[in-house]
């Protein structure tokens, strides 16, 4: 079975920057399971933060960045701002119609 | 502007069924892939479906029970839900998912589904 891991949370300083991973359990994560990232706040539906690896969806502030490192896949956040304090899923595409989430980092500013 | 109006939540006993709706609009429905993702109390995101330009597919937690379904004319994504257990209690949303790099570019507000007796 196929598990997406990433960190189960995250706390950065208001101004600091945050590195969050997304791994996979069979081996390494490459542009071609197309990483996609989102943030949810409690109640709320996702929002589309960045897709295919490091494109941004439409207005997403540039302190948002993707990439891959090493054998994960990489959101970044620049300069943390106390309104991105939310949960953060990573999900890649396996092919054949299958997309799986990871179990998501939960991102405290303060 | 692409919207998507999830329907349908409601409290059903275990073994029971409900189907979902998600009304969309804004853009050319017939020509996307749309998609069904969960979320239980407290937990995660997991995506449960898609209904593709080839076909259909599950989440291995949902198959053989759930069926998704479109009305094209009528811009509708549906999901059936039949032999509903308690761990299928979540907010269910739809999505939009883009043609390749298949990311999910546009989201319902979810509808609650509880499964309880």
């Known amino acids: 079975q196929t598990v997406v891991t990433q960190e189960p949370s995250f706390s950065v300083s208001p101004g600091g920057t945050v590195t969050l991973t997304c791994g996979l359990n069979?081996?390494?994560?490459?542009?071609?399971?197309?990483p996609s990232w989102y943030q949810q706040t409690p109640g709320q539906a996702p929002r589309t933060l960045i897709y295919s690896t490091n494109t941004r969806s439409s207005g997403v502030p540039d302190r948002f960045s993707g990439s891959i490192l090493g054998n994960k896949a990489a959101l970044i956040i620049t300069g943390a701002q106390v309104d991105d304090e939310s949960d953060y899923y990573c999900?890649?595409?396996?092919?054949?119609?299958?997309?799986?989430f990871g179990g998501g980092t939960k991102v405290t500013v303060l | 502007e692409v919207q998507l109006v999830d329907s349908g939540g409601g409290l059903v006993q275990p073994g029971g069924s409900l189907r979902l709706s998600c009304a969309a609009s804004?853009?050319?429905?017939?020509?996307?892939?749309m998609s069904w993702v969960r979320q239980a109390p407290g937990k995660g995101l997991e995506w449960v479906s898609t209904?593709?330009?080839?076909?259909?597919y599950y989440a291995d937690s949902v198959k053989g029970r759930f069926t998704v379904s479109r009305d094209n004319s009528k811009n509708t994504l549906f999901l059936q839900m039949n032999i509903l257990r308690a761990e299928d209690t979540a907010v269910y949303f739809c999505?939009?998912?883009?043609?390749?790099?298949?990311?999910?570019?546009?989201w319902g507000q979810g509808t609650q589904v509880t499964v309880s007796s």
């Open positions: 804004g853009f050319t429905f017939s020509s996307y892939a």
């Open positions: 999505a939009k998912r883009e043609r390749q790099p298949y990311y999910f570019d546009y």
């Open positions: 999900v890649l595409y396996l092919g054949n119609g299958i997309s799986v």
């Open positions: 069979s081996g390494s994560v490459s542009t071609n399971y197309y």
């Open positions: 209904f593709g330009n080839s076909g259909t």
